[in-house]
């Protein structure tokens, strides 16, 4: 068998990080690709040579030469077309976040259940050797039994990782939920659940201090993972470019790990010597989660990230945010 793929939502996120490592997966290829505006569609498909194109959800997803889609729209609308696609029987890959809340994330999960259909999410970062390599230190002991872990991510106004403007949708709670939070805290907090478990206790607080916008700018939360391991997260993005921070500390009880999330080296800190480790980001983020998806559709592998895992990390950031 042979994954054909139907992109739904063409847009900035598909065009290096994760559109082109669909042909370069054995076993896949991208065949459709749709986005409302067809011009815009059109060109996509013909600058990443993708025999067709639609300006419609429905046309791709009943595309008989489509049997897997990638939905790769804002989150408001991520329910919508993976229902749609299940229940025409075809296997979905999501953005992360999965969905706005938890309850949208949950019925997108029964109707999995319901058809059969196949859900992955695209917490790809699971997937990439320098988190697998820290997954392992941890694992293994490296730093002891580990203590605690610290997450600071602070950003200006205008982040280098993401342009910021008034009709962003990131920063509408309508369409993406809590701000720049709910868009860039899902590849961290699935980071933390895949190393060390689902939380007992979560706990968190957030505001709107600069008032740039109506969703949430500055958001902290705490949590006991297994083990009794403790970890404080902040994410403020409206901080001076002189505290910009994005750090990962993981504290044990023979030394510590600390790796930026958006970064590519991972510092190992034990008997006062530190080790770095430098790792090189694949051209395409996404083709290490995508080969798993692949292998997991073709029934050649488990699920590199299921609704359930996705569902965690959401339940956790609606407690950080919204104190749910």
């Known amino acids: 068998m042979h994954i054909n793929w139907g992109i739904i939502g063409c847009g900035d996120v598909t065009e290096k990080k994760s559109g082109p490592a669909f042909n370069k997966v054995q076993n896949s290829s991208l065949v459709a690709v749709m986005r409302r505006n067809a011009a815009k569609a059109e060109d996509y498909a013909k600058r990443h040579h993708v025999p067709k194109w639609y300006s419609d959800a429905a046309s791709l997803i009943n595309d008989p030469d489509v049997n897997a889609i990638y939905v790769a729209t804002p989150p408001g609308s991520h329910e919508e077309y993976a229902v749609a696609a299940m229940r025409a029987g075809k296997p979905v890959y999501v953005e992360k976040p999965m969905s706005v809340d938890t309850a949208s994330c949950e ?4 109707v999995s259940d319901e058809t059969g259909s196949k859900l992955c999410i695209a917490h790809y970062r699971r997937a990439l050797p320098m988190f697998l390599k820290v997954k392992e230190l941890i694992d293994t002991k490296a730093i002891g ?15 280098a990782i993401i342009t910021q403007t008034k009709d962003n949708w990131r920063v509408d709670p309508s369409i993406a939920g809590a701000g720049l939070f709910y868009d860039l805290a899902p590849h961290q907090l699935d980071l933390i659940l895949y190393f060390f478990g689902a939380p007992t206790d979560a706990y968190g607080i957030s505001a709107s201090q600069a008032k740039l916008y109506k969703a949430e700018d500055a958001v902290t939360g705490v949590m006991r993972l297994p083990g009794n391991v403790l970890f404080n997260g902040q994410w403020c993005f409206v901080v001076n470019e002189c505290a910009t921070q994005d750090v990962c500390e993981i504290t044990g009880s023979l030394g510590k790990i600390s790796f930026p999330v958006f970064g590519h080296e991972v510092k190992v800190t034990t008997g006062g010597e530190t080790n770095t480790l430098q790792f090189e980001p694949p051209e395409h983020i996404q083709q290490p989660m995508i080969e798993k998806v692949v292998k997991h559709f073709l029934e050649l592998g488990e699920n590199p990230c ?17 104190g749910k």
């Open 107 to 110: 019925r997108m999960q029964l």
């Open 145 to 159: 039994d580990t203590r605690t872990v610290r997450l600071s991510m602070l950003q200006q106004d205008k982040p």
């Open 306 to 322: 299921s609704a359930g895992d996705a569902i965690q990390s959401m339940k956790v950031m609606e407690r950080f945010a919204y």
